[in-house]
């Protein structure tokens, strides 16, 4: 909700890191690694101006449809899990539930109702995935399910997916929602692993990849959203911001998200107004969740550059200080395996 | 056969492969769903966040160990030892270890995004090499094999095991 002032100097540190790891290892993954701020193309954000929405829910309608092809099709019963406390959770019974998130309602829309600066206010908030720009669902997926794409698109590959919902536990909104009874754990060990798969909204991918607009944003009668380069997308922001004397989130939270928004009313306000809890995302400030990752990252690029002046320095200090001590070396097996003798082991 | 490494650097090898295979682990969504977190004690287990980040300073640690020991076989002990084949093996496990992990971090970076197909190719090679490792430690300690050897020890060995060429040298 707020700026960092140290933002600036921790990207020039980012850029660093990922100029150097991306150079050496772009030899191994030759058109694996893109800098998805390249000259290919910026990644796409979605700008939300708040103070159009009226709620009318177009595009919770055009989301269902859009996407009804992608809805899990369980197959039931359920196999048995162990231990007996893993539950199902089987949303395919309640699919025309939208007043929150769920494997069937990628977005809903959210409500706010209460007083600011001595007036009343409504504001009306679609919520759906925020695509990060640094996404602790893709990063912390153990089984590479969850990816970030060049384009900003935060997308969980229903094939690969088992269900763990990790992603959902390290989702500073915990958006994806768990669907039993689907994808790959059913064909491995269903009673032991996996529990289903993780379901979000994917930015409608399909028709952004043929430059063609999320449904949300095309079915909305009062051009509430807008899409475009993520820079130009926060300029935008911040020139609405300035028109409206409102405020904008989602520019920095957890380092940067590609869902930004535009409010009248703060963004505090509207998360103590708004009702949260299961498939009902939070409206306050969160912090750079991959923020430690990216400076133990910083560690981890000189450790062994540390471990080899320290090894050079250790066979320096031998060589000049210990080097009377140690008797001449043998080539046969005697020397080092003699016990007691220590020669070489330092 | 006395290892060229002191007890110090081997046990700072085993605790970094032990914090980095349980952080590890435990990066499956394993610690809930099996009740770990309920056996007092371990209900850390269960916090994603801590488990990653003591999986990157175990992984800061073993790189530190692995430039250290390089530095010192290049520089000293390869003169009087050479790896044994399930040193070679160990020594192949864990570079590529080191490698899938160092990509994983770097695709963890803000500003990079891999494909998809190369996320998932890296996570089940450094999931699949971390298993080897670990079988790997087990043969060795089933066979009672060592990773190196003594080069005169291995001479010895195999001048012992060969069978007699040509008459006696006068």
Same mark, same amino acid.
């Given at each position: 909700?707020?700026?960092?002032?140290?933002?600036?100097?921790?990207?020039? @540190?980012? @850029?660093?890191?990922?100029?150097?790891?991306?150079?050496?290892?772009?030899?191994?993954?030759?058109?694996?690694?893109?800098?998805?701020?390249?000259?290919?193309?910026?990644?796409?954000?979605?700008?939300?101006?708040? #103070?159009?929405?009226?709620?009318?829910?177009?595009?919770?309608?055009?989301? @269902?449809?859009?996407?009804?092809?992608?809805?899990?099709?369980?197959?039931?019963?359920?196999?048995?899990?162990?231990?007996?406390?893993?539950?199902?959770?089987?949303?395919?019974?309640?699919?025309?539930?939208?007043?929150?998130?769920?494997?069937?309602?990628?977005?809903?829309?959210?409500?706010?109702?209460?007083?600011?600066?001595?007036?009343?206010?409504?504001?009306?908030?679609?919520?759906?995935?925020?695509?990060?720009?640094?996404?602790?669902?893709?990063?912390?997926?153990?089984?590479?399910?969850?990816?970030?794409?060049?384009?900003?698109?935060?997308?969980?590959?229903?094939?690969?997916?088992?269900?763990?919902?990790?992603?959902?536990?390290?989702?500073?909104?915990?958006?994806?929602?768990?669907?039993?009874?689907?994808?790959?754990?059913?064909?491995?060990?269903?009673?032991?692993?996996?529990?289903?798969?993780?379901?979000?909204?994917?930015?409608?991918?399909?028709?952004?990849?043929?430059?063609?607009?999320?449904?949300?944003?095309?079915?909305?009668?009062?051009?509430?959203?807008?899409?475009?380069?993520?820079?130009?997308?926060?300029?935008?922001?911040?020139?609405?911001?300035?028109?409206?004397?409102?405020?904008?989130?989602?520019?920095?939270?957890?380092?940067?998200?590609? #869902?930004?928004?535009?409010?009248?009313?703060?963004?505090?306000?509207?998360?103590?107004?708004?009702?949260?809890?299961?498939?009902?995302?939070?409206? #306050?400030?969160?912090?750079?969740?991959?923020?430690?990752?990216?400076?133990?990252?910083?560690?981890?690029?000189?450790?062994?550059?540390?471990?080899?002046?320290?090894?050079?320095?250790?066979?320096?200090?031998?060589?000049?200080?210990?080097?009377?001590?140690?008797?001449?070396?043998?080539?046969?097996? #005697?020397?080092?395996?003699?016990?007691?003798?220590?020669?070489?082991?330092? | 056969?006395?290892?060229?490494?002191?007890?110090?650097?081997?046990?700072?090898?085993?605790?970094?492969?032990?914090?980095?295979?349980?952080?590890?682990?435990?990066?499956?969504?394993?610690?809930?769903?099996?009740?770990?977190?309920?056996?007092? =004690?371990?209900?850390?287990?269960?916090?994603?966040?801590?488990?990653?980040?003591?999986?990157?300073?175990?992984?800061?640690?073993?790189?530190?160990?692995?430039?250290?020991?390089?530095?010192?076989?290049?520089?000293?002990?390869?003169?009087?030892?050479?790896?044994?084949?399930?040193?070679?093996?160990?020594?192949?496990?864990?570079?590529?270890?080191?490698?899938?992990?160092?990509?994983?971090?770097?695709?963890?970076?803000?500003?990079?995004?891999?494909?998809?197909?190369?996320?998932?190719?890296?996570?089940?090679?450094?999931? =699949?090499?971390?298993?080897?490792?670990?079988?790997?430690?087990?043969?060795?300690?089933?066979?009672?094999?060592?990773?190196?050897?003594?080069? =005169?020890?291995?001479?010895?060995?195999?001048?012992?095991?060969?069978?007699?060429?040509?008459?006696?040298?006068?």
């Amino acid at each position: 909700m707020s700026k960092d002032p140290s933002r600036h100097v921790d990207i020039s @540190r980012r @850029r660093f890191l990922t100029g150097l790891g991306a150079t050496s290892l772009s030899l191994l993954l030759p058109g694996a690694a893109q800098a998805a701020k390249g000259k290919e193309g910026e990644e796409l954000a979605t700008l939300h101006d708040l #103070s159009k929405c009226v709620g009318c829910g177009a595009c919770v309608a055009a989301c @269902r449809e859009a996407n009804a092809h992608k809805f899990p099709e369980p197959q039931k019963p359920f196999p048995e899990m162990s231990p007996a406390t893993v539950k199902a959770e089987d949303w395919s019974t309640r699919r025309a539930v939208t007043d929150r998130l769920s494997p069937y309602n990628w977005l809903y829309i959210q409500t706010a109702r209460g007083q600011f600066q001595g007036q009343s206010f409504e504001v009306h908030i679609p919520r759906r995935c925020m695509h990060c720009q640094n996404p602790p669902c893709a990063n912390l997926c153990p089984w590479g399910a969850a990816a970030r794409e060049d384009n900003g698109i935060v997308r969980i590959d229903p094939d690969i997916c088992l269900g763990g919902a990790k992603c959902k536990t390290v989702c500073p909104w915990q958006i994806p929602m768990r669907q039993t009874g689907v994808g790959l754990y059913l064909k491995i060990m269903p009673r032991y692993m996996g529990n289903g798969v993780m379901f979000k909204c994917d930015r409608c991918a399909e028709r952004v990849a043929v430059g063609g607009k999320p449904a949300c944003i095309e079915a909305c009668p009062y051009e509430v959203q807008d899409i475009g380069p993520r820079s130009d997308m926060v300029a935008k922001a911040h020139a609405l911001a300035r028109n409206i004397g409102g405020f904008v989130y989602g520019e920095t939270e957890n380092g940067g998200t590609n #869902s930004l928004y535009v409010s009248p009313v703060p963004f505090d306000v509207l998360d103590a107004a708004v009702t949260t809890g299961a498939g009902k995302p939070h409206l #306050s400030t969160v912090r750079d969740m991959m923020a430690d990752e990216d400076k133990l990252a910083y560690a981890a690029l000189f450790a062994p550059v540390a471990g080899v002046i320290a090894g050079a320095l250790r066979l320096g200090s031998r060589l000049g200080g210990g080097k009377a001590q140690e008797p001449p070396r043998k080539a046969d097996a #005697s020397g080092p395996d003699e016990p007691g003798s220590g020669k070489g082991r330092s | 056969m006395r290892a060229p490494i002191s007890r110090r650097v081997a046990l700072a090898y085993v605790l970094f492969v032990c914090v980095l295979a349980v952080s590890g682990i435990m990066q499956m969504p394993i610690a809930s769903r099996y009740r770990i977190v309920a056996v007092p =004690g371990l209900a850390w287990l269960g916090d994603f966040w801590l488990t990653h980040k003591l999986h990157y300073l175990g992984a800061v640690g073993l790189l530190m160990l692995t430039g250290y020991v390089t530095t010192r076989w290049v520089l000293e002990w390869r003169r009087d030892y050479c790896l044994s084949a399930l040193g070679w093996a160990r020594a192949g496990i864990l570079g590529l270890l080191l490698l899938t992990g160092a990509v994983r971090v770097l695709k963890n970076l803000p500003s990079v995004s891999f494909s998809p197909a190369p996320t998932m190719l890296v996570d089940w090679a450094h999931l =699949g090499l971390a298993f080897l490792l670990g079988l790997l430690a087990l043969l060795r300690l089933g066979f009672r094999g060592t990773y190196w050897q003594n080069k =005169g020890a291995a001479r010895a060995e195999a001048a012992h095991t060969r069978p007699p060429q040509g008459g006696p040298v006068s």
